[in-house]
């Protein structure tokens, strides 16, 4: 019962993930759908950045084959969507008596949430190199920096 409880909620999320892309750029409606597509699977060499990489050159996305990613934007005055890249340097995350930190890592936009967190698909999290979606508090964020490029083609 709890397995279908999970795979009704992740179809609902997915559902409404897709809806949400309807008003996206065309450049990141085809990075969020590469995302979305390599769920579970291991995307290159399993590292956090070639999901990133995949998704842009499927798209023949301009970019440093380096890790800036596309435009980078000014955030928070330029709004983060759905299909962006954010690149995290020795992050720390605080909220309450959890921690996490990420010294460098690389995910996919899949959803930006009301609260100002958003939800992000990438690999090699927790020495598992597949696919998987991560909540994100930005504004939890106590040190180190991250980075929002938006994909061009």
Request: aromatic residues 8%.
């Amino acid at each position: 019962m709890r397995f279908l409880l999970i795979i009704l909620f992740l179809s609902l999320n997915i559902s409404f993930i897709i809806a949400q892309s309807d008003s996206l750029p065309e450049a990141n409606k085809k990075i969020l759908d590469f995302a979305l597509n390599a769920m579970n699977k291991k995307v290159g060499n399993g590292e956090c950045w070639t999901l990133a990489a995949n998704a842009l050159n499927s798209i023949s996305a301009k970019w440093d084959k380096n890790m800036e990613f596309g435009k980078l934007l000014s955030y928070p005055k330029e709004k983060a969507l759905a299909g962006d890249i954010i690149q995290f340097k020795n992050i720390k995350i605080k909220d309450g008596a959890e921690t996490m930190t990420m010294a460098q890592h690389t995910g996919i936009i899949t959803k930006v949430n009301d609260d100002g967190s958003i939800e992000i698909a990438n690999q090699n999290v927790n020495g598992k190199k597949k696919v998987v979606i991560s909540l994100i508090k930005l504004n939890k964020v106590v040190k180190g920096k991250f980075f929002i490029y938006r994909p061009q083609v």
